[in-house]
């Protein structure tokens, strides 16, 4: 899987880039996209029509967006791209607006890309590093921050009476929100010390609602859970997709702990 660094070049990176609305914002991110040979101008279309018909669920934690599509022909390698805007933008979300930093994501597949996905939402998940992020005063500053992602660890399941619980993490298209929700999740569960008995796995609305009764729990945006409706199991919200001390507490709401 490639790493963080790696699919987020210096060239992806635009800072202080002007946005009249949420669409030009999420065009400057896929310009980029295309500029280093990730996608398509097809997959800039492709990002606004996800947003236009699934809402702004992508708008993952305060003033933070992460556009993106579904895997398709328009996507030439897997990439990501960083515009910080010049000045914040609505995209319609009802707690986390304005959004002052777009992450551009094209996913080759489903699963090439997820250990740099695990890994920007760790940065971003430490206060410090987030802020020194928004606040790089330079592209090659922030992919140095970047390049210190820390590894992901990954627990094995430990043995034990019955199957591990499961929850799923939701968003439209399985490839972007849903990891960064899940690393989340995975990040509270182990300093639980929970990891050997709750997995999760991320997912998107079609698949999630095949696979819900083998879940405890559906775990996912506002706009996703009326997307999903009654699953069979409880479909929570959480807004803030990196805050470890929110997905404490759905957890605990979860599991009533």
């Excluded at 895997?71 to 897997?78: I, L, Y």
């Excluded at 690393?183 to 569960?189: G, K, P, S, W």
């Amino acid at each position: 899987m490639a790493a963080l660094n790696e699919i987020l070049p210096v060239a992806a990176v635009l800072l202080d880039a002007p946005a009249a609305d949420w669409r030009e914002a999420v065009r400057r991110a896929g310009d980029l996209l295309v500029a280093t040979g990730a996608a398509a101008d097809a997959y800039t279309a492709e990002m606004i029509e996800n947003i236009e018909r699934n809402g702004p669920y992508l708008v993952v934690a305060p003033g933070l967006a992460l556009a993106h599509a579904r895997p398709s022909p328009a996507v030439h390698a897997t990439g990501m791209s960083w515009v910080r805007l010049a000045a914040p933008v609505e995209f319609g979300h009802e707690t986390n607006d304005p959004v002052e930093l777009v992450v551009g994501l094209a996913a080759k597949d489903a699963g090439e890309h997820t250990a740099a996905m695990g890994a920007l939402a760790r940065l971003l998940a430490d206060p410090d590093t987030a802020r020194a992020l928004r606040e790089a005063p330079t592209p090659r500053a922030v992919h140095a921050l970047l390049a210190d992602a820390p590894e992901e660890a990954r627990p094995e399941v430990r043995g034990g009476r019955g199957a591990p619980h499961k929850i799923l993490t939701v968003c439209g298209n399985g490839v972007g929100t849903s990891l960064f929700l899940k690393q989340t999740l995975e990040v509270v569960l182990e300093r639980w010390g929970w990891s050997g008995y709750v997995t999760v796995e991320a997912t998107d609305t079609i698949s999630a609602k095949g696979k819900a009764h083998e879940a405890v729990a559906v775990l996912t945006s506002r706009e996703i859970a009326g997307t999903l409706g009654d699953v069979g199991v409880p479909v929570k919200v959480v807004e803030d997709f990196t805050s470890a001390a929110e997905a404490d507490r759905v957890l605990r709401d979860t599991y009533d702990v």
